[in-house]
């Protein structure tokens, strides 16, 4: 019941953000496409923060990383062909996947995200404006910079050149090592385990699903690459969502870890904390 009335309140608060970024797009004093849609997405995102303030969880955000590409490219897709088909999979099969593993994972409205919980606390009269702009804003741009060539390969790809075809199984990838390395981690904790899990992809890498979020943008980038010339800056939004990783999200995981997990600290020493590789011999580090 608790899940039920957070799934409600979470569609509620959607749709409603969909009709605002619709009337926003629409509207927008902009004959450039994507000017319009940037615009609809901020408006769209603003309405999410206020009803994540309402009902006091920053977490009614979470979904958006993943629901707000597939809208936006729709408005992108000018023709269908083999190419522009191609991206759409590979951004739905990306885009559901992440999705249904936020459904699986969401419990309900009074259970937050813990890293939304970390910044509460640690700056607590600068929280509203830490909750717009660092866990509601800078995401969507990210994102929206992310999609820039998806934007520009619907709109201009005709065909499926090496390039692309290299690009799209970049992303497929991608994606499957997120589905693998998320399905690895809930049958870990479904056992009830406490330990470092370092079975599966997590032995060669501590963070793979994040290793598959960060490929997925690159490949959409390489596709693009692949089909539309003059727009290599297109790839500052793959580069932007590297550099949120590293910085932010991978060094606070890593802190929580190290300190609610004794094993962890052993793991570090062994285990690549992005890319998956061969794990290290600790004993041999020890000697040099």
Not at 90 to 117: M, Q
Request: hydrophobic share 55%; with cysteine.
């Amino acid at each position: 019941m608790v899940r039920t009335k957070g799934y409600l309140w979470i569609g509620i608060v959607y749709v409603a953000a969909f009709f605002v970024a619709l009337g926003v797009a629409y509207w927008a004093p902009f004959e450039s496409l994507i000017l319009r849609v940037l615009l609809a997405d901020l408006a769209a995102t603003a309405l999410v923060y206020v009803f994540s303030c309402l009902l006091r969880n920053s977490s009614v955000y979470d979904p958006y990383w993943s629901v707000a590409p597939l809208v936006m490219a729709v408005f992108f897709v000018e023709r269908l062909n083999p190419a522009t088909v191609l991206m759409l999979v590979v951004l739905f099969f990306w885009g559901i996947r992440l999705t249904l593993n936020w459904a699986y994972t969401f419990k309900g409205l009074h259970a937050e995200d813990w890293r939304y919980g970390y910044f509460r606390k640690r700056f607590p009269r600068a929280w509203p404006l830490v909750n717009l702009f660092g866990i509601h804003l800078m995401p969507t741009m990210v994102v929206f910079l992310a999609m820039l060539p998806v934007f520009l390969f619907l709109q201009n790809a005709e065909t499926i050149s090496a390039v692309v075809a290299f690009g799209a199984l970049m992303s497929l990838s991608a994606a499957f090592v997120q589905l693998v390395a998320d399905t690895q981690m809930h049958k870990f904790r479904a056992r009830g385990e406490k330990g470092v899990n370092d079975a599966g992809l997590w032995r060669y890498s501590r963070h793979p699903n994040y290793f598959g979020e960060i490929l997925m943008w690159f490949g959409v980038y390489v596709m693009m690459l692949g089909a539309v010339d003059g727009y290599v800056y297109a790839g500052i939004g793959a580069v932007l969502n590297l550099a949120m990783f590293l910085t932010i999200s991978i060094p606070l995981m890593e802190k929580r870890l190290l300190a609610r997990k004794a094993d962890y600290a052993e793991y570090v020493k062994t285990t690549s904390p992005l890319l998956p590789l061969p794990r290290k011999d600790p004993q041999k580090q020890e000697a040099n």
